[in-house]
């Protein structure tokens, strides 16, 4: 009896010695996370900390004004654009690792209402005269903002809707204009209005891919993160098929 009491108490103790290294080894990741990934990333993260250890740490905000982080010395050491040329700069800038960008996502851009019945199934609410006010991103900081002027100039709606534009920082901003009335509809991200396990809110229209630029959103490992397992460690199991499929349910194509 005594043998076995001191074998279990020694498989006790390597189970214990086991647990501790791998918390050791557990670590934080700074990551810019573009504005219509905050979802997504959401649910991404906590499978990540679950399975691996390491906590995955999100700054939500619009690529632009990431990338001016970035540039400024910001501590992030993984960025999930919303576009593919941001993180192509920040390597050819020096800011991101050569050879470590890759595309997770590909978005679609939706007009939105947050009432049931406003946006038909072809967009032609937007040539309603009681529509004084459409939400939209800053182009300059936003690629979903961009892909929504270009869908209006391509319909031939630009210049005719300009005076009406209600502009946002970042996505989420356009979203809550959309959302608090301020704008009775707005450019905003697939990924916001169909939230996998929540009924559809409002009434949207799925702005045809051949108006606008592809949204390839790409990450990128950035030079602050070279050395750390954590950001090695999210980079691949952001390539993973369950985390693709957390992707592709927020109407993300990959």
């Not at 010695?17 to 990333?41: K, S």
């Not at 459409?134 to 900081?141: M, N, R, V, Y």
């Not at 979203?175 to 991200?189: D, I, K, L, M, R």
Request: glycine share 10%; proline share 4%.
């Amino acid at each position: 009896m005594r043998i076995a009491s001191s074998f279990v108490s020694r498989l006790l103790l390597v189970g214990q010695l086991i647990c501790v290294a791998g918390l050791a080894q557990a670590a934080e990741v700074q990551v810019a996370v573009a504005a219509n990934f905050a979802g997504p990333f959401e649910k991404i993260a906590a499978d990540f900390a679950a399975e691996t250890g390491h906590k995955a740490i999100a700054s939500v905000g619009s690529t632009g004004k990431f990338y001016a982080q970035i540039k400024n010395g910001a501590p992030f050491e993984i960025l999930l654009a919303a576009d593919d040329e941001t993180p192509r700069r920040l390597v050819g800038e020096g800011e991101g690792v050569a050879g470590s960008q890759f595309t997770y996502a590909r978005g679609k851009l939706v007009l939105w209402s947050a009432k049931a019945g406003v946006v038909d199934e072809n967009g032609a609410v937007l040539k309603r005269a009681d529509i004084a006010h459409i939400a939209i991103c800053d182009p300059k900081l936003a690629p979903y903002g961009l892909a929504a002027e270009e869908a209006l100039k391509a319909s031939k709606l630009y210049d005719t809707l300009k005076p009406k534009f209600v502009t946002a920082e970042s996505i989420t901003q356009a979203f809550q204009f959309v959302a608090s009335g301020n704008a009775e509809v707005g450019f905003v991200a697939l990924s916001q209005v169909a939230v996998p396990g929540k009924p559809q809110v409002g009434s949207w229209w799925l702005v045809p891919a051949n108006l606008y630029s592809p949204l390839q959103q790409d990450a990128v490992l950035l030079r602050k993160g070279e050395g750390s397992a954590a950001a090695q460690a999210l980079l691949q199991y952001l390539k993973g098929e369950k985390t693709k499929a957390v992707i592709r349910s927020y109407g993300y194509e990959l």
